[in-house]
């Protein structure tokens, strides 16, 4: 029983509430000291950007004096310098007060060369930078800063050109001064203004590495592969952001912060290990897990109280709904009556109401559902007979629409045999009987040739015959004949085969059918010369009747081989046959008019013993009858 109350709504409540309010703590508290980490992180970033800045500054500051130290021999030595352009002397005056500059070249405004002092460095293609250089300063009028190339080993160098014009107001330009400035004394400012606490790289255009913290007189001699493979992994993750987290290819994170030189499109990138910002963020998460612990346990505290105050008025009556729910479960007339209950006058209370109308509903849709029950079933099993018949007449008017379009085919292919072959017969058996008449000697093997081809020519007109047979479909003519009369007339027309017993067991009633007589007979003739062909010329053909009350059963057997299984639900099939020569019509043509005649046909057979064929055809009048059949 106590564990049953422990299991109960009360302490669940409890449970639930108290796991939200830690998961909320929790939630929370994780929430402030991601804050406070990434708070930490942003000022560890904030610093390197300050420091990448600076040192961006320090660099450009360098450069924009070297530049503003061109501009200013420039416009010296043309509106000031008692001459109206540039000469060799000016150029060596330059270089020997400035060591940092180890060439200078002077070309006019059309790319030619004018004069030249000092080396050119090797590393530099002047040929490809001519085009460059000429419209930048030529064109635009603009200071161009190259990239960078490397001096020596411990050395690099900056190309830089300038344009000048004759006087300074002057709109065009007469010349480019160019020239190649060695870094060392960049290298050194750089050093001296690399901070302690961070690392840090000068990175030119082209992604060479010219400057890092630690490398000798400020300048990058030979650059270290752990440096290179950060630069790498810095270049492939920062992209186009200005700071972030990167990953190394040794497995260790760095926040890296980034700032660009725009004159020479260089960049200074100043990284720290990402731990700093955890180190930091360790110190003084100490004080706030102990608050976090305080809060959860008062909240704790707070859900225990409040449960047990709002719950238990909850569950009480939700244990007496519970117990009459059960009786209206198990017992299948049970009513709840408001008598049953406790109810208070809140939410559960109109729950209560709704419960007790339910129960009376309830017992009366029990009867309701009951009748509809029946109802349902009947109607059911009327439909069901409904859609058998339905299927039943869907698959007959399938069954004949699919004849019939099987006759059409065959009867279109009919006429083109009859016009395609028949014609070209005649003209042989025309051309065999001119030749006949031509011999005037006989020879006993000319004549058995022209027997030869007159059989073949008539057989090939009878097979004609059939397939022209089975596929024309023509009106039925209905004639009124005697039975018995017309089936001995049939057997007398019917050639006997020597070796063969033909037996007549026609009824002696004698009954009158009203048939297309043509089609019957050829139906009949098709039967006895499949019977006489299954005996290969001996044993019993037996062809009789059997007179019923409406119908009559005209028979013929023999004492053939059979017909095995397989044979027998494909024999009427038109163009099957199991003959070496024949149409595999014979078969097929009775049983069309088997069918036309809404007649029906069944076949006897058992292997080595022979086989019957039964056709079924209604009586149109007996003997006596003076109407029967006549309304039919």
């Known amino acids: 029983m106590k564990i049953k109350r422990f299991r109960g709504l009360f302490f669940k409540a409890v449970f639930v509430l108290s796991l939200i309010s830690a998961v909320l703590a929790f939630v929370i508290g994780f929430h402030v000291m991601r804050v406070d980490s990434l708070i930490l992180k942003n000022e560890v970033l904030q610093r390197e950007e300050a420091a990448a800045r600076r040192l961006a500054s320090s660099a450009l500051s360098h450069l924009s004096r070297t530049a503003q130290l061109f501009s200013v021999f420039t416009d010296l030595h043309t509106d000031f310098g008692g001459h109206d352009f540039l000469n060799l002397a000016d150029l060596d005056y330059l270089r020997s007060r400035n060591p940092s500059i180890f060439y200078l070249a002077v070309w006019n405004a059309s790319g030619k060369k004018l004069f030249s002092s000092g080396t050119p460095a090797a590393s530099v293609s002047y040929s490809k930078l001519f085009p460059v250089i000429m419209d930048t300063c030529i064109k635009q009028g603009r200071d161009y800063v190259g990239h960078v190339y490397r001096l020596d080993e411990n050395g690099f160098l900056v190309l830089m050109a300038f344009p000048f014009r004759q006087h300074l107001d002057d709109d065009n330009v007469q010349g480019v001064l160019v020239a190649e400035l060695d870094l060392h004394e960049m290298g050194r400012t750089l050093s001296q203004a690399y901070p302690l606490d961070m690392d840090a790289m000068l990175v030119g255009a082209d992604g060479e590495i010219i400057s890092y913290n630690g490398a000798p007189d400020g300048l990058a001699g030979e650059v270290p592969a752990e440096l290179t493979q950060k630069l790498l992994a810095i270049r492939e993750q920062l992209g186009d952001e200005n700071s972030g987290e990167v990953d190394l290819p040794n497995g260790k994170k760095i926040l890296v912060a980034k700032a660009a030189l725009p004159l020479a499109g260089w960049n200074i990138y100043v990284d720290q290990p990402a731990n700093v910002a955890s180190q930091l963020f360790l110190k003084n998460t100490f004080h ?91 109607v059911n099993q009327e439909l069901e007979k409904r859609v058998e018949e339905r299927t039943r007449e869907l698959k007959a008017a399938t069954s004949e629409l699919v004849k019939t379009e099987r006759l059409a085919a065959i009867g279109q292919m009919a006429s083109i045999i009859s016009h395609e072959i028949r014609n070209p017969l ?130 013929v057997s023999d004492s053939g081989p059979g017909i095995p299984d397989e044979v027998r639900h494909k024999m009427f099939a038109p163009f099957f046959t199991t003959k070496a020569r024949g149409t595999g019509l014979g078969l097929a043509v009775v049983g069309k008019a088997i069918s036309r005649h809404k007649g029906k046909l069944f076949i006897k057979s058992e292997l080595g013993k022979g086989s019957c064929f039964q056709i079924y055809l209604k009586i149109y009048r007996k003997p006596g009858d003076t109407n029967y059949g006549e309304t039919n």
């Open 288 to 378: 706030s897990s102990w608050d976090v612990m305080v809060i959860v346990l008062g909240m704790l505290l707070f859900v225990v109280g409040v449960s047990y105050l709002v719950i238990i008025p909850i569950t009480r009556p939700l244990e007496r709904l519970r117990t009459a729910a059960g009786r209206l479960r198990d017992e299948e007339d049970a009513v709840i009556k408001t008598s049953d209950l406790d109810i208070p006058n809140n939410e559960i209370g109109e729950l209560a109401q709704v419960v007790v109308q339910m129960s009376e509903g309830l017992q009366a849709r029990r009867a309701e559902i009951l009748n509809a029950q029946e109802q349902l079933s009947r």
């Open 426 to 555: 005649a003209v042989i058996s025309n051309a065999t009987r001119l030749l006949k008449l031509l011999v005037t000697s006989p020879n006993p093997k000319a004549v058995k040739q022209f027997g030869i081809i007159e059989a073949e020519i008539k057989q090939a007109n009878s097979i004609i015959s059939e397939v022209l047979g089975y596929a024309r479909t023509r009106e039925l003519m209905l004639t009124t004949i005697d039975l018995n009369s017309y089936l001995r007339e049939i057997l007398l027309s019917q050639p006997v085969v020597p070796g063969l017993t033909v037996q007549d067991e026609i009824d002696p009633e004698s009954v009158r059918i009203k048939v297309d007589a043509e089609e019957i007979k050829q139906a009949l003739r098709n039967v006895i010369s499949n019977a006489v062909e299954a005996m290969q010329g001996s044993g019993t053909l037996t062809v009789g009747t059997r007179v019923g009350r409406r119908v009559v059963c005209i028979f």
